[in-house]
């Protein structure tokens, strides 16, 4: 499992500020934390940017990839922003992301392709809600496919997000099951070994214990891991998470093991 | 995943001195945790008791019944103590356990059929050892499948335990791969919903550091939950490894979350 900050994002107050002032120091301060954490990518989550859309993604494009050459995700449902902020990239990027509603079909997918650039496309209704049971989810999975191929895309350019729940929403735990069948079946489904992306901070959103919290993204994690996933959006500020995650991916993907590579 | 002890082992010099005085004390005491820590079984293994097999089996298996109404392992290659234990266990029995070694075979498998008792079968060569991949796993599974058929005895009663590796084995971390497939495999290779069984101590044995270790088996543990594991065997007195199996069962088996509930 690759390892993604979702810590750089407008709802952390600092960083809305940032935004707001393009002040580029606690943006910088706080990538500087997450790629000494572990972070293998960055997630720049300035939220729909209503206002000055273009010119805070590049603002915040530039800060981040002045101290910084990890891929970024550009993370906005603002289309302009989005281009914006695939014009002035010199790391590697990746759009986050697309679905089946009909205006991220019209203005975010193609901007996929027009920019060459990898893209996720998130297994939600064309209204944005999440699909009710394992057949919606598969047949989502087909048709969002099915619009990605239309626009001319290249397999190899889609990560789907099958978008985890919280644990706390009605259908919350039997969808998150659901998502690690498809995880799994995806390669098979699509017929080729399509990348995957899952949120973490999503499963324990909203109030509850602290350390319950962590404890259910330390065991749904390794689920993840062990249904194949490729990329993990994650606090990589929480050590115990991060540590689990790390360890998820050595027992799955080496060989010899040994107590001092071991997280 | 079912949480079953394995602190009730001659290898804790305490319960082999408990065993060699016949005293039940030490023994009812470690029970007594197991059982508030959260064990809904106890593995009882005593060695092979060369001396008073049958004296020492019937011993232990009155001083845990007299404290404890979890059903029991009964975890010894010695044929006569177990058939001491089956004959006085008032609690459900699970015979722990039998392989394609030909003495197990001729001694230890018809215990089952004789007694009416659910047999844990080991994926191991007739030699003993480990299989070295996974189309061995996987023929090992089905001969095992075929001479525990030829006794006569019912599906049902079969839990096979595909062997966790040390993780500094020199295949170890291919072998434990291995595992989480067949688990997930095998109701499908065997044609009905057979049940299975690991030992986690196993993983992390032999020198290492502490924290790492608990890490190690706090990432297994969900992997194979998540796999389809019948039953982990572990050492339920490590709070927070049982907290992820707790967590694991949780995720996996609930359709309504609350952090009040959740461990």
Chains 1, 2 share one sequence.
């Not at 990239?89 to 079909?105: D, H, Q, Y």
């Not at 893209?119 to 209204?127: E, M, S, T, V």
Request: proline share 8%; hydrophobic share 45%.
């Amino acid at each position: 499992m690759i390892l993604i900050a979702d810590n750089l994002t407008v709802t952390n107050s600092a960083i809305a500020k940032a935004i707001s002032d393009m002040d580029p120091g606690p943006i910088q301060d706080l990538v500087f934390q997450c790629e000494r954490a572990g972070a293998e990518a960055i997630d720049i989550n300035p939220g729909p940017l209503t206002k000055d859309p273009e010119e805070k993604m590049t603002f915040l494009v530039a800060a981040v990839q002045s101290v910084c050459g990890l891929p970024l995700l550009l993370d906005t449902i603002n289309p302009k922003a989005l281009e914006a902020g695939l014009r002035v990239s010199l790391n590697p990027v990746i759009i986050n992301g697309f679905s089946l509603e009909p205006k991220k079909l019209e203005f975010i997918l193609p901007l996929a392709k027009q920019y060459d650039a990898d893209i996720i496309g998130y297994l939600l209704y064309p209204n944005g809600h999440v699909p009710a049971g394992e057949d919606d989810l598969t047949q989502i999975a087909l048709d969002l496919y099915g619009e990605f191929k239309k626009k001319g895309m290249d397999d190899n350019r889609l990560i789907i997000d099958p978008v985890v729940a919280p644990l706390m929403w009605e259908n919350g735990m039997r969808h998150n099951r659901n998502i690690l069948s498809l995880i799994q079946n995806l390669p098979d489904l699509f017929g080729f070994p399509v990348r995957t992306i899952a949120g973490l901070s999503n499963l324990t959103s909203g109030p509850g214990p602290s350390g319950k919290k962590r404890l259910a993204e330390q065991t749904f994690i390794p689920m993840l891991a062990s249904a194949g996933l490729t990329y993990g959006l994650l606090n990589v500020l929480l050590p115990e998470t991060l540590r689990t995650a790390r360890m998820s991916h050595m027992l799955l993907n080496t060989d010899v093991f040994s107590w001092v590579a071991a997280p």
